[in-house]
């Protein structure tokens, strides 16, 4: 009777002990289909608190998938339909030193040549890109901060999707946008 209640109480303590170090959860709706995403708050706090910011104030609601590379990553939460970039906050400091690795199925922060220039836009590496990982060549690494949990199958029909060089309102051309537009409908936390 005591090992059946010794079994019980450390099953128990293990169940809460895995709820405890679950991170919070969005969902994002998109004209392909629908995924979750964990994010690591533990491993990526500013990261993690800027992303769950845009989300909650509904920033992503109604902009594209606008840089698709089958082999490589999707990229989105930055511009609307119309290829208009989207104003942003102040941009968050680089957390790419986490230990977090840009495995296939992560999220990262997308950014320019400066590492604490990320702001809204976010990608889903479609492969393991060691290369994007802290150190990388340049010596910075792109911030890991969540995974895919569910619906890698949309991730994986979006990534094959057919792409052209695109004019776009400020920047001329963009290279990579997907031909038919990839809509974010919303991005959601989940309870």
Request: charged share 15%.
């Amino acid at each position: 009777m005591h090992k059946i209640i010794a079994t019980t109480l450390l099953a128990i303590c293990c169940c809460f002990t895995t709820m405890a170090f679950a991170g919070p959860k969005v969902e994002f709706k998109t004209s392909m289909g629908n995924f979750v995403v964990e994010l690591n708050s533990d491993k990526a706090p500013k990261t993690s608190a800027n992303f769950l910011n845009y989300v909650k104030s509904g920033f992503y609601n109604g902009t594209i998938f606008h840089r698709v590379i089958d082999g490589f990553m999707i990229q989105g939460g930055g511009f609307t339909a119309d290829l208009n970039q989207k104003p942003t906050d102040a941009p968050v400091a680089s957390e790419a030193q986490n230990g977090l690795k840009n495995q296939t199925y992560t999220i990262a922060m997308a950014r320019t040549s400066d590492p604490d220039s990320a702001t809204a836009q976010f990608f889903i590496n479609v492969k393991d890109n060691q290369a994007l990982d802290y150190p990388n060549a340049m010596g910075n690494g792109y911030t890991v901060f969540g995974k895919v949990i569910s619906g890698t199958q949309t991730i994986d029909a979006i990534r094959q999707v057919s792409t052209m060089v695109a004019p776009t309102p400020r920047m001329g051309r963009m290279a990579d946008v997907p031909s038919k537009n990839i809509v974010i409908e919303s991005a959601t936390l989940l309870k």
